[in-house]
């Protein structure tokens, strides 16, 4: 399994130099599972197709629904349509954007590049 940084390019108050997003590569290089969708902007949209490369993007899985983990979700599913977006249900925020959601509960595994997230 490898792990790869991409930035998300969301400068801010809160985010000091921006927030930071995590690809997991399967370990043939063939599949990865983004942690988390940062803003959408163009430029981590770019940094993104140049990590993902010639693999899949699999599944995005959201850690939680503030703006700057979740909200680059819809140019991430315009992108790579045939990926899975999941994350725990926040029902009042969740209806914002226009993605079908897997549903996460506490307890749930989810196998990552040959791994399991707990």
């Not at 599972?33 to 993007?57: F, H, P, R």
Request: no cysteine.
């Amino acid at each position: 399994m490898k792990l790869t940084l991409v930035p998300g390019f969301n400068p801010g108050p809160y985010t000091g130099s921006g927030n930071n997003t995590y690809l997991i590569h399967d370990r043939a290089g063939l599949v990865t599972t983004l942690i988390d969708a940062a803003t959408g902007e163009s430029d981590y949209l770019k940094a993104l197709e140049e990590a993902i490369g010639s693999a899949q993007l699999e599944r995005v899985l959201v850690t939680h629904a503030h703006s700057d983990h979740i909200s680059g979700a819809p140019a991430i599913a315009a992108e790579w349509p045939s990926t899975e977006f999941a994350k725990m249900p926040w029902p009042q925020r969740d209806a914002e954007y226009s993605i079908v959601w897997k549903s996460l509960v506490e307890g749930d595994e989810v196998s990552v590049g040959g791994s399991v997230l707990h």
